[in-house]
Protein backbone atom coordinates (compact mmCIF):
# COMPACT_ATOMS: atom_id res chain seq x y z
CA UNK A 1 0.00 0.00 0.00
CA UNK A 2 2.90 2.81 0.65
CA UNK A 3 4.19 2.20 -2.83
CA UNK A 4 0.44 3.51 -3.58
CA UNK A 5 0.19 6.14 -1.85
CA UNK A 6 3.89 7.53 -2.70
CA UNK A 7 2.75 6.89 -6.41
CA UNK A 8 -0.25 9.17 -5.91
CA UNK A 9 1.70 11.83 -4.46
CA UNK A 10 5.14 11.89 -6.25
CA UNK A 11 2.79 12.60 -9.24
CA UNK A 12 0.76 15.20 -6.98
CA UNK A 13 4.13 16.96 -6.24
CA UNK A 14 4.53 17.50 -10.01
CA UNK A 15 1.65 20.49 -9.23
CA UNK A 16 4.59 22.22 -7.49
CA UNK A 17 5.36 25.53 -9.40
CA UNK A 18 8.94 24.72 -9.40
CA UNK A 19 8.72 21.07 -10.49
CA UNK A 20 9.45 21.84 -14.14
CA UNK A 21 12.74 22.86 -13.69
CA UNK A 22 13.55 19.61 -11.37
CA UNK A 23 11.04 17.42 -10.31
CA UNK A 24 11.06 13.82 -7.58
CA UNK A 25 13.40 13.20 -5.07
CA UNK A 26 16.69 14.34 -7.32
CA UNK A 27 15.30 17.51 -7.15
CA UNK A 28 18.14 19.49 -6.41
CA UNK A 29 16.61 23.24 -6.52
CA UNK A 30 16.83 23.68 -3.05
CA UNK A 31 14.89 26.98 -2.00
CA UNK A 32 17.58 27.95 0.80
CA UNK A 33 21.19 27.79 1.58
CA UNK A 34 24.28 28.06 4.08
CA UNK A 35 28.08 29.50 4.00
CA UNK A 36 30.97 27.71 5.44
CA UNK A 37 33.22 29.63 7.44
CA UNK A 38 33.66 32.91 8.78
CA UNK A 39 33.24 36.21 7.18
CA UNK A 40 33.91 39.74 7.72
CA UNK A 41 31.57 41.59 9.59
CA UNK A 42 29.21 43.08 7.47
CA UNK A 43 28.55 47.15 7.34
CA UNK A 44 24.92 47.38 9.11
CA UNK A 45 24.75 51.24 7.88
CA UNK A 46 21.72 50.12 5.10
CA UNK A 47 21.21 47.13 7.18
CA UNK A 48 17.28 46.29 7.11
CA UNK A 49 16.69 42.50 8.27
CA UNK A 50 13.07 41.28 7.54
CA UNK A 51 11.64 38.89 10.32
CA UNK A 52 9.95 35.21 9.27
CA UNK A 53 6.71 35.87 7.31
CA UNK A 54 4.37 34.26 5.58
CA UNK A 55 5.79 33.63 1.83
CA UNK A 56 3.47 30.73 0.03
CA UNK A 57 1.40 28.72 0.47
CA UNK A 58 0.74 25.93 -1.69
CA UNK A 59 -1.89 22.97 -1.38
CA UNK A 60 -1.99 19.98 -3.71
CA UNK A 61 -4.78 17.53 -3.96
CA UNK A 62 -5.22 13.95 -6.20
CA UNK A 63 -7.70 11.46 -6.60
CA UNK A 64 -6.13 7.81 -7.28
CA UNK A 65 -7.71 4.89 -8.87
CA UNK A 66 -6.48 1.45 -9.27
CA UNK A 67 -7.30 -1.68 -10.80
CA UNK A 68 -5.55 -5.25 -11.31
CA UNK A 69 -5.51 -9.06 -10.98
CA UNK A 70 -2.61 -9.73 -8.87
CA UNK A 71 -3.04 -8.87 -5.23
CA UNK A 72 0.11 -9.47 -3.20
CA UNK A 73 -2.42 -9.98 0.14
CA UNK A 74 -3.80 -13.26 -1.54
CA UNK A 75 -0.89 -14.33 -3.16
CA UNK A 76 -0.57 -12.73 -6.85
CA UNK A 77 -4.17 -13.47 -7.18
CA UNK A 78 -7.63 -11.40 -6.96
CA UNK A 79 -8.41 -7.74 -6.70
CA UNK A 80 -5.69 -4.70 -7.00
CA UNK A 81 -8.94 -2.48 -6.72
CA UNK A 82 -7.44 0.50 -5.07
CA UNK A 83 -8.94 4.29 -4.42
CA UNK A 84 -6.99 6.79 -2.62
CA UNK A 85 -7.85 10.51 -2.05
CA UNK A 86 -4.76 12.97 -1.05
CA UNK A 87 -4.38 16.56 0.54
CA UNK A 88 -1.74 18.24 1.20
CA UNK A 89 -0.14 21.81 2.40
CA UNK A 90 3.11 23.70 3.02
CA UNK A 91 3.45 26.93 4.05
CA UNK A 92 6.91 28.76 3.12
CA UNK A 93 7.75 31.35 5.94
CA UNK A 94 11.07 33.69 4.91
CA UNK A 95 13.00 35.81 6.80
CA UNK A 96 16.73 37.95 6.11
CA UNK A 97 19.16 37.73 8.84
CA UNK A 98 22.39 40.76 9.27
CA UNK A 99 24.07 39.22 6.38
CA UNK A 100 21.45 39.32 4.08
CA UNK A 101 20.83 35.30 3.86
CA UNK A 102 17.62 33.91 3.53
CA UNK A 103 16.26 31.66 5.96
CA UNK A 104 13.49 29.57 4.95
CA UNK A 105 10.91 27.51 6.96
CA UNK A 106 8.56 24.57 5.37
CA UNK A 107 5.99 23.33 7.35
CA UNK A 108 4.10 20.57 5.68
CA UNK A 109 0.59 18.19 6.22
CA UNK A 110 -0.26 15.88 3.76
CA UNK A 111 -3.36 13.24 5.06
CA UNK A 112 -4.32 9.81 2.58
CA UNK A 113 -7.78 8.33 2.91
CA UNK A 114 -7.50 5.35 0.71
CA UNK A 115 -10.02 2.21 0.28
CA UNK A 116 -8.51 -1.41 -1.19
CA UNK A 117 -10.18 -4.45 -1.77
CA UNK A 118 -7.33 -6.64 -1.26
CA UNK A 119 -7.26 -5.55 2.67
CA UNK A 120 -10.52 -7.06 3.70
CA UNK A 121 -7.84 -10.19 3.25
CA UNK A 122 -5.03 -9.39 5.23
CA UNK A 123 -6.59 -10.43 8.52
CA UNK A 124 -9.43 -12.35 10.78
CA UNK A 125 -11.43 -9.01 10.42
CA UNK A 126 -13.87 -9.84 7.12
CA UNK A 127 -15.44 -6.26 5.17
CA UNK A 128 -15.53 -6.70 1.27
CA UNK A 129 -13.55 -3.98 1.23
CA UNK A 130 -11.26 -1.77 4.31
CA UNK A 131 -10.61 1.86 4.71
CA UNK A 132 -7.69 3.53 5.83
CA UNK A 133 -5.68 7.15 6.68
CA UNK A 134 -1.98 7.78 6.59
CA UNK A 135 -1.15 11.46 8.04
CA UNK A 136 2.15 12.71 7.52
CA UNK A 137 3.74 15.85 8.84
CA UNK A 138 7.13 17.34 7.97
CA UNK A 139 9.06 20.59 8.74
CA UNK A 140 12.40 21.62 7.03
CA UNK A 141 14.56 24.74 7.18
CA UNK A 142 17.44 26.25 5.05
CA UNK A 143 19.15 29.10 4.85
CA UNK A 144 20.62 30.47 1.62
CA UNK A 145 23.93 32.65 1.30
CA UNK A 146 23.41 35.51 -0.83
CA UNK A 147 27.10 36.04 -1.18
CA UNK A 148 27.77 32.66 -2.29
CA UNK A 149 24.67 31.07 -3.43
CA UNK A 150 24.83 27.82 -1.32
CA UNK A 151 22.09 26.20 0.82
CA UNK A 152 21.85 24.32 3.66
CA UNK A 153 19.17 22.80 5.10
CA UNK A 154 17.78 20.13 7.84
CA UNK A 155 14.51 18.24 7.72
CA UNK A 156 12.47 15.65 9.71
CA UNK A 157 9.29 14.18 8.83
CA UNK A 158 6.58 11.54 10.45
CA UNK A 159 4.21 9.17 8.72
CA UNK A 160 1.42 7.12 11.02
CA UNK A 161 -0.72 4.20 9.34
CA UNK A 162 -2.40 1.54 10.42
CA UNK A 163 0.34 -0.93 9.69
CA UNK A 164 3.30 1.24 10.41
CA UNK A 165 4.81 4.59 12.01
CA UNK A 166 7.88 5.94 10.31
CA UNK A 167 10.38 9.05 11.93
CA UNK A 168 12.72 10.38 9.37
CA UNK A 169 15.30 13.46 9.31
CA UNK A 170 17.29 14.73 6.22
CA UNK A 171 20.32 16.87 5.93
CA UNK A 172 20.77 18.54 2.45
CA UNK A 173 23.53 20.82 0.75
CA UNK A 174 23.86 22.17 -2.38
CA UNK A 175 27.10 24.25 -3.42
CA UNK A 176 27.62 26.58 -6.49
CA UNK A 177 30.23 27.19 -8.72
CA UNK A 178 31.71 30.58 -8.49
CA UNK A 179 29.74 31.70 -11.98
CA UNK A 180 26.49 29.99 -10.35
CA UNK A 181 26.00 28.06 -13.53
CA UNK A 182 26.82 24.90 -12.05
CA UNK A 183 25.34 23.19 -8.88
CA UNK A 184 26.43 20.34 -6.84
CA UNK A 185 24.24 18.79 -4.11
CA UNK A 186 24.10 16.18 -1.31
CA UNK A 187 21.52 14.97 0.38
CA UNK A 188 21.24 12.43 3.54
CA UNK A 189 18.03 10.91 4.75
CA UNK A 190 17.13 8.42 7.58
CA UNK A 191 14.09 6.76 8.05
CA UNK A 192 13.31 4.76 11.10
CA UNK A 193 9.96 2.69 10.61
CA UNK A 194 8.23 0.16 12.78
CA UNK A 195 6.17 -2.52 10.82
CA UNK A 196 2.83 -3.70 12.84
CA UNK A 197 2.92 -7.83 12.44
CA UNK A 198 -0.66 -8.42 11.22
CA UNK A 199 -0.60 -12.10 10.10
CA UNK A 200 -3.09 -13.49 7.56
CA UNK A 201 -6.06 -15.40 9.63
CA UNK A 202 -5.19 -19.29 8.32
CA UNK A 203 -1.43 -18.61 10.80
CA UNK A 204 -3.17 -17.11 13.93
CA UNK A 205 -2.98 -19.65 16.23
CA UNK A 206 -6.45 -20.55 17.46
CA UNK A 207 -5.65 -19.80 20.88
CA UNK A 208 -5.37 -15.85 20.21
CA UNK A 209 -8.48 -15.81 18.18
CA UNK A 210 -11.51 -14.62 20.70
CA UNK A 211 -14.67 -17.47 21.39
CA UNK A 212 -18.18 -16.86 20.35
CA UNK A 213 -19.47 -14.84 23.30
CA UNK A 214 -15.92 -13.54 24.85
CA UNK A 215 -15.66 -9.74 25.61
CA UNK A 216 -14.67 -8.21 23.17
CA UNK A 217 -10.68 -6.35 22.89
CA UNK A 218 -10.15 -9.29 26.21
CA UNK A 219 -7.33 -10.74 23.88
CA UNK A 220 -6.25 -7.90 22.34
CA UNK A 221 -5.85 -7.95 18.47
CA UNK A 222 -5.62 -11.62 17.12
CA UNK A 223 -4.03 -10.52 14.30
CA UNK A 224 -1.11 -8.27 15.42
CA UNK A 225 1.93 -9.95 17.22
CA UNK A 226 3.74 -6.88 17.64
CA UNK A 227 6.00 -4.99 15.53
CA UNK A 228 9.36 -4.86 13.53
CA UNK A 229 11.75 -2.28 12.36
CA UNK A 230 12.61 -0.60 9.44
CA UNK A 231 15.31 1.46 8.62
CA UNK A 232 16.18 2.81 5.59
CA UNK A 233 19.38 5.18 5.02
CA UNK A 234 19.75 7.25 1.75
CA UNK A 235 22.89 9.31 0.29
CA UNK A 236 21.73 11.37 -2.77
CA UNK A 237 24.16 13.62 -4.82
CA UNK A 238 24.13 15.77 -7.82
CA UNK A 239 25.42 17.94 -10.12
CA UNK A 240 23.67 20.08 -12.39
CA UNK A 241 24.98 22.14 -15.62
CA UNK A 242 23.99 25.04 -17.65
CA UNK A 243 25.46 24.18 -20.95
CA UNK A 244 24.13 26.99 -22.37
CA UNK A 245 21.04 29.68 -22.71
CA UNK A 246 19.30 26.80 -24.06
CA UNK A 247 20.62 23.97 -22.53
CA UNK A 248 20.76 22.64 -18.79
CA UNK A 249 22.18 19.13 -17.84
CA UNK A 250 21.94 17.60 -14.18
CA UNK A 251 23.63 13.88 -13.42
CA UNK A 252 22.20 11.96 -10.25
CA UNK A 253 22.75 9.08 -8.05
CA UNK A 254 21.73 7.93 -5.07
CA UNK A 255 22.88 5.31 -2.80
CA UNK A 256 20.64 3.20 -1.02
CA UNK A 257 20.37 1.20 2.64
CA UNK A 258 17.85 -0.55 3.98
CA UNK A 259 17.54 -3.46 6.64
CA UNK A 260 15.17 -4.51 8.94
CA UNK A 261 11.37 -6.14 8.04
CA UNK A 262 11.60 -5.94 4.21
CA UNK A 263 8.70 -8.22 3.40
CA UNK A 264 5.03 -7.90 5.25
CA UNK A 265 3.56 -11.05 6.49
CA UNK A 266 0.20 -10.28 5.34
CA UNK A 267 1.26 -10.58 2.08
CA UNK A 268 0.87 -14.64 1.03
CA UNK A 269 2.88 -16.93 -1.15
CA UNK A 270 1.39 -20.39 -2.26
CA UNK A 271 4.24 -22.52 -3.27
CA UNK A 272 4.29 -25.12 -5.90
CA UNK A 273 3.51 -28.30 -2.84
CA UNK A 274 0.12 -26.71 -2.59
CA UNK A 275 1.38 -25.21 0.54
CA UNK A 276 0.29 -21.69 1.33
CA UNK A 277 3.26 -19.06 3.24
CA UNK A 278 4.28 -15.70 4.43
CA UNK A 279 5.64 -13.69 2.12
CA UNK A 280 9.48 -13.78 3.20
CA UNK A 281 12.40 -11.97 1.97
CA UNK A 282 16.18 -10.48 3.26
CA UNK A 283 16.54 -8.51 5.81
CA UNK A 284 18.96 -6.03 3.79
CA UNK A 285 18.81 -4.23 0.64
CA UNK A 286 20.97 -2.00 -1.59
CA UNK A 287 20.07 0.12 -4.06
CA UNK A 288 21.73 1.83 -6.58
CA UNK A 289 19.62 4.40 -8.60
CA UNK A 290 21.79 6.42 -11.44
CA UNK A 291 20.08 9.50 -13.76
CA UNK A 292 20.80 11.62 -16.11
CA UNK A 293 18.59 14.85 -16.78
CA UNK A 294 18.15 17.74 -19.51
CA UNK A 295 16.11 20.19 -20.39
CA UNK A 296 16.05 21.94 -23.64
CA UNK A 297 14.59 25.75 -24.63
CA UNK A 298 13.85 25.20 -27.86
CA UNK A 299 12.61 28.75 -28.74
CA UNK A 300 10.71 31.06 -26.81
CA UNK A 301 7.28 28.41 -26.35
CA UNK A 302 8.90 24.94 -26.10
CA UNK A 303 10.97 23.56 -23.01
CA UNK A 304 11.92 20.00 -23.89
CA UNK A 305 12.37 18.13 -20.58
CA UNK A 306 14.19 14.53 -20.72
CA UNK A 307 14.73 12.10 -18.08
CA UNK A 308 16.55 8.78 -17.69
CA UNK A 309 17.60 6.67 -15.35
CA UNK A 310 19.07 3.14 -14.67
CA UNK A 311 18.39 1.08 -11.40
CA UNK A 312 20.06 -2.06 -9.69
CA UNK A 313 20.00 -3.71 -6.32
CA UNK A 314 21.30 -7.10 -4.79
CA UNK A 315 18.00 -8.90 -4.81
CA UNK A 316 19.05 -9.19 -8.93
CA UNK A 317 16.60 -6.72 -10.04
CA UNK A 318 17.40 -4.13 -13.05
CA UNK A 319 15.19 -1.60 -14.59
CA UNK A 320 15.10 1.37 -16.50
CA UNK A 321 13.18 4.08 -16.84
CA UNK A 322 12.61 7.51 -20.12
CA UNK A 323 10.42 10.24 -19.66
CA UNK A 324 9.96 13.00 -21.88
CA UNK A 325 8.16 16.14 -21.67
CA UNK A 326 7.07 18.91 -23.61
CA UNK A 327 5.96 22.18 -22.46
CA UNK A 328 4.30 24.56 -24.86
CA UNK A 329 3.68 28.35 -23.89
CA UNK A 330 0.98 29.55 -25.06
CA UNK A 331 1.27 32.71 -23.69
CA UNK A 332 3.53 33.75 -20.77
CA UNK A 333 0.30 32.85 -18.35
CA UNK A 334 -0.49 29.73 -20.06
CA UNK A 335 1.06 26.67 -20.65
CA UNK A 336 0.53 22.61 -21.41
CA UNK A 337 2.75 20.03 -20.84
CA UNK A 338 2.28 16.82 -22.06
CA UNK A 339 4.09 14.05 -21.28
CA UNK A 340 5.24 10.16 -21.25
CA UNK A 341 7.75 7.58 -19.21
CA UNK A 342 8.38 3.98 -20.20
CA UNK A 343 9.59 1.31 -17.37
CA UNK A 344 10.86 -1.98 -17.82
CA UNK A 345 12.25 -4.59 -15.04
CA UNK A 346 13.72 -7.46 -15.31
CA UNK A 347 12.49 -8.59 -11.73
CA UNK A 348 13.88 -10.29 -8.73
CA UNK A 349 15.52 -13.32 -7.83
CA UNK A 350 13.03 -13.89 -5.07
CA UNK A 351 10.05 -13.67 -7.03
CA UNK A 352 7.59 -16.63 -8.25
CA UNK A 353 4.20 -16.01 -9.53
CA UNK A 354 0.79 -17.77 -8.02
CA UNK A 355 1.45 -21.24 -7.02
CA UNK A 356 5.12 -21.21 -8.13
CA UNK A 357 7.18 -20.55 -5.36
CA UNK A 358 9.91 -23.42 -4.55
CA UNK A 359 9.28 -24.68 -0.79
CA UNK A 360 12.79 -25.53 -0.16
CA UNK A 361 13.80 -21.47 -1.02
CA UNK A 362 14.74 -19.22 1.66
CA UNK A 363 13.16 -16.38 0.35
CA UNK A 364 9.79 -16.49 -1.91
CA UNK A 365 7.63 -13.66 -2.54
CA UNK A 366 4.06 -12.74 -5.28
CA UNK A 367 4.91 -9.50 -4.91
CA UNK A 368 4.13 -8.17 -8.94
CA UNK A 369 6.20 -5.54 -7.38
CA UNK A 370 9.03 -7.64 -8.01
CA UNK A 371 8.10 -9.34 -11.09
CA UNK A 372 9.37 -8.82 -14.86
CA UNK A 373 7.06 -6.06 -15.69
CA UNK A 374 7.50 -3.05 -18.36
CA UNK A 375 4.61 0.41 -17.62
CA UNK A 376 3.81 3.45 -19.46
CA UNK A 377 2.43 6.58 -17.54
CA UNK A 378 1.23 9.13 -20.30
CA UNK A 379 -0.97 12.61 -19.56
CA UNK A 380 -0.48 15.94 -19.79
CA UNK A 381 -0.17 19.07 -17.62
CA UNK A 382 -2.25 22.58 -17.57
CA UNK A 383 -0.77 25.44 -15.82
CA UNK A 384 -2.54 28.95 -15.35
CA UNK A 385 -0.48 32.10 -13.85
CA UNK A 386 -2.25 35.29 -14.89
CA UNK A 387 -1.01 38.72 -13.44
CA UNK A 388 -3.61 39.42 -11.50
CA UNK A 389 -4.50 36.09 -10.16
CA UNK A 390 -6.24 33.34 -11.35
CA UNK A 391 -9.99 34.16 -11.80
CA UNK A 392 -8.98 37.75 -10.69
CA UNK A 393 -7.97 36.36 -7.42
CA UNK A 394 -4.44 37.63 -6.33
CA UNK A 395 -3.57 35.85 -3.68
CA UNK A 396 -4.11 33.09 -5.84
CA UNK A 397 -0.79 33.45 -8.15
CA UNK A 398 -0.99 30.10 -9.94
CA UNK A 399 -3.01 26.37 -10.29
CA UNK A 400 -1.95 23.67 -11.96
CA UNK A 401 -4.13 20.24 -13.07
CA UNK A 402 -2.44 17.49 -14.02
CA UNK A 403 -4.07 13.68 -15.51
CA UNK A 404 -2.20 10.54 -15.86
CA UNK A 405 -3.11 7.27 -17.17
CA UNK A 406 -0.71 4.71 -15.95
CA UNK A 407 -0.82 0.78 -17.36
CA UNK A 408 1.24 -2.38 -16.81
CA UNK A 409 1.50 -5.45 -19.16
CA UNK A 410 0.91 -7.29 -15.72
CA UNK A 411 -2.84 -6.30 -16.31
CA UNK A 412 -2.47 -3.24 -13.78
CA UNK A 413 -3.97 0.15 -14.82
CA UNK A 414 -4.68 3.29 -12.47
CA UNK A 415 -5.67 6.66 -13.26
CA UNK A 416 -4.78 10.28 -10.86
CA UNK A 417 -5.78 13.36 -10.96
CA UNK A 418 -4.39 16.28 -9.31
CA UNK A 419 -4.64 20.06 -8.60
CA UNK A 420 -2.27 22.33 -6.85
CA UNK A 421 -3.31 25.67 -5.86
CA UNK A 422 -0.35 28.66 -5.32
CA UNK A 423 -1.06 31.52 -2.86
CA UNK A 424 1.27 34.51 -1.85
Known amino acids: MKKIYLTALGFAMLCRPDAFAQTGKDNFNYKTPYTIGSSPKPDTSHFNPRKFHLDEINFVSSYYSQTGIHSP ?31 TLTLGLGIDYHSSASQAFVSTTGASRRTGRRIYPSIDWSVESKKTGNVFGVGAYLSNEYN ?10 ALKTDNRNGEFTVKLQGYFDRVTLIYPSEFVPPETVPSEG ?9 DNFGTSPRRTFTASFGYSQVINSRLQIALLADLVRQNGLLSLPFHRVYLSNGQVAMEKLPSSRFKIPIGFRANYFAGDNIIIRSYYRYFSDNWGTRANTANLEVVYKFSPFFSISPFYRYYTQN ?14 QEFYTSNYDYAKLNSHFLGAGFRIAPPNGVLGWKGLHDMEIRYGHYSQNTDLVSDVFSINLGFK
Do not use: C, M
Open 73 to 103: VTGGIGSQEVTDVLGGITLNFVRTNRNDNKN
Open 164 to 173: YKSVGGDVHY
Open 214 to 222: SVPGAFGHA
Open 347 to 360: GSKYFAPYAAANPS
